[in-house]
């Protein structure tokens, strides 16, 4: 069994930042894929930025230059800084791991407002 614990969250104002962590714990390799998703009201999950086991990055055009997405193994943990953030990032956001290299887990989620 595999466990994701997401937090930092919250409210914030057009412009500000919020970095999101997710800490992964169970059958894992401290190296698995990871990455961050979101959802709006009434939209599709969809993908933020990834991060492969050796580090390699993938942005969604609308958050490219304002986001980063970075992890540290020895604490099987992944981040999200968020800066510059806008109304329309408003959603819950979802960490992902893919555990063993093949099997993939997400966490409870955790909600992003961003206020104009």
């Known amino acids: 069994q595999v466990q994701l614990v997401e937090s930092g969250g919250g409210l914030v104002q057009a412009g500000g930042s919020l970095r999101l962590s997710c800490t992964a714990s169970?059958?894992?390799?401290?190296?698995?894929?990871m990455g961050w998703y979101c959802q709006a009201p009434g939209k599709q999950r969809k993908l933020v930025a990834r991060?492969?086991?050796?580090?390699?990055?993938n942005y969604a055009d609308s958050v490219k230059g304002r986001f980063t997405i970075s992890r540290d193994n020895a604490k099987n943990t992944v981040y999200l800084q968020m800066n510059s953030l806008k109304p329309e990032d408003t959603a819950v956001y979802y960490c992902?791991?893919?555990?063993?290299?093949?099997?993939?887990?997400w966490g409870q989620g955790t909600r992003v407002t961003v206020s104009s």
């Open positions: 169970g059958n894992i390799f401290s190296n698995d894929p």
């Open positions: 991060i492969s086991s050796g580090g390699s990055t």
């Open positions: 992902t791991i893919k555990a063993r290299g093949w099997i993939d887990y």
